[in-house]
């Protein structure tokens, strides 16, 4: 299956899901290429932003188990088959 390229976004309403959050994300370490958190201080909310590479069976697998968690919305964005392939000479 073909590799692709995409970004997911997790919206974080409630932080005492943040340990399990951190495993899930430890269990697909393969797929995630960058992390980037932001924790509003003033409130319970935080965002955390991940660029993935993976066969979509792998970004969705990431995307569904966190989904799946109470206090938590999370949507991934992939770009289309062939998109971000290396020309060949």
Do not use: W, Y
Not at 20 to 48: K, M, Y
Request: proline share 2%; with cysteine.
């Amino acid at each position: 299956m073909e590799k692709r390229i995409g970004t997911i976004t997790i919206l974080i309403l409630d932080r005492r899901q943040a340990t399990v959050i951190n495993s899930i994300i430890s269990d697909h370490t393969q797929v995630v290429l960058c992390r980037q958190g932001l924790p509003f201080r003033d409130s319970e909310v935080a965002v955390i932003a991940l660029i993935v590479e993976g066969t979509t069976n792998q970004i969705n697998a990431l995307t569904g188990q966190l989904g799946r968690l109470e206090g938590i919305v999370c949507k991934a964005v992939v770009a289309p088959q062939g998109v971000g392939k290396k020309a060949e000479n």
